[in-house]
């Protein structure tokens, strides 16, 4: 699925998940977006992603906007589990969940993981941990990785548990690299 130059806003969705946009075993490129204004009563504010592709694994988010979302649990802007996420240029802001504001990422296995690419993750929040980013392991298998690189800026993200920027909770192997980061 390829959704570019469009424009999600305001949906409130009450006890569901993905304010804006929900998707399971799917490989998705959004690009050009502007997704703002969205809740869900439990994960994934903005975007909701769930179970791997049955192909392969992969979320491409490319120069697009996500802000002012909220999630009452986990991925003020977006929640991906056990997929692959690339984020390209674009902006997460002002975007609010118990755990990981503006991304919340949770997977087993060696496919799973996040990569920020150049772009701004600024002003999100959460109470729990991880106001810009929170990658945590589920089940057995290895945790998922994380890479932050191109000058990407992470900045006034705030946390009143931990991590006001990322916090990343790797039990079981993953990776954290960070290369270029403002």
Known sequence: V???KGNASGSILVDKQGGAIWSQFASLTLQDLSIDDNTAQEDGGAIYLAGPSLTTPNV???DS???NSTAASNGGGIYVADNDLTRENGIFQLNYADTGGGIYMTGFGANTGVT???GQLIDNH?????GGIALEQRGGGQSPSLTIKNGAVIKENTS???GGGVAYNA???GSLTLDNVQ
């Open 160 to 162: 009143t548990g931990s």
């Open 116 to 118: 920020i690419d150049g």
């Open 171 to 173: 039990n079981f192997g």
């Open 65 to 67: 906007t996500i802000s």
């Open 60 to 62: 491409l988010i490319k």
């Open 2 to 4: 390829m959704l570019t």
């Open 126 to 130: 959460a109470t729990a941990g991880g």
